[in-house]
């Protein structure tokens, strides 16, 4: 598959990613909104949306769903070359979720015409300090 299929079947407008709706449905996401990504860039030459959706928890004792807004930042890419695209991903309605949230960046680069590489990075980043004992278990 080459890097701009790719892009397109996780990050693209509307029905274009269907596969990403298709991955939210079997983890039973719903009240998915899309946000289409702007036509030009903001002037640091990226583009920003949003989207939310309602995850679904499966925890014995606790809320059994949490509203997210996903932040996605489109970083200057180069179609056919490279797409850099971090997500800052804010929980609510869970126990302390107004502390932290977390960080996934997806780096896809073109190996060959019909070949790419995705590497994930994902982080968790604290607003508050006194979750401070949190940190040291991760």
Known sequence: MNVDSLFQILFGNGN???FYKDFLDRRKTVDLVYVPWPETPNVQGNKERNISYTLALSHTLGPKCSPVVEKQILYKSVPGERYIIECECYNSGIPYSDSFYVVNRYCLTRVSANKCRMAVHSEV?????H????KRFH
């Open 16 to 18: 274009e990613c269907q």
């Open 125 to 129: 980043k604290y607003k508050k300090k």
């Open 131 to 134: 979750l401070g004992y949190c």
